[in-house]
């Protein structure tokens, strides 16, 4: 009896978590061009995000003072498939570095959003880093709940 609760424990603990794949794409179906698609995600802790280089020339980078203090932060190469596992709650902030002046920034809320008032507050650093699509930040900001 104990050994089928543990496996039934183990097993659930295996499907329980998701992983969410993220286009890195110079257009998405709408039009938006360079844009990770989707933009917004929300997770829970323990699942993964997997950015997938469709097009060429992207990358998937946290923005620092962006993502919960006591979170990793990862910098993918360009064109690299990256395993993102997220292991602390709150709200992320990414972007494709040599695309951020178009605003090619993503966001992914980990269950409850503890650290959304830090992240207002220190959003304005990366909205001068952006010259078109600067309405994608509070886009996709307002989507975290």
């Given at each position: ?5 543990f ?5 659930t ?42 097009d ?34 709150g ?20 269950g409850e ?11 304005s ?10 309405e ?8 975290v709940?």
């Open positions: 009896m104990h050994k089928s609760l496996i039934l424990a183990l097993l603990s295996f499907v329980a978590a998701e992983n969410f794949d993220i286009k890195m794409v110079n257009a998405d179906a709408s039009g938006q061009v360079m844009v990770f698609d989707p933009p917004f995600v929300k997770a829970n802790i323990g699942d993964t995000v997997t950015f997938l280089p469709t060429m020339l992207h990358n998937s980078q946290s923005v620092p003072g962006l993502i919960p203090s006591s979170a990793s932060s990862w910098n993918g190469a360009m064109n690299e498939k990256i395993v993102i596992e997220l292991k602390t709650e709200v992320y902030v990414y972007q494709c570095t040599p695309h951020i002046a178009l605003g090619m920034i993503g966001v992914i809320q980990v959003a503890v650290n959304f008032d830090e992240v207002r507050n220190s959003i650093s990366l909205e001068s880093m952006i010259l078109m699509n600067k994608r930040v509070q886009q996709y900001l307002g989507q709940n």
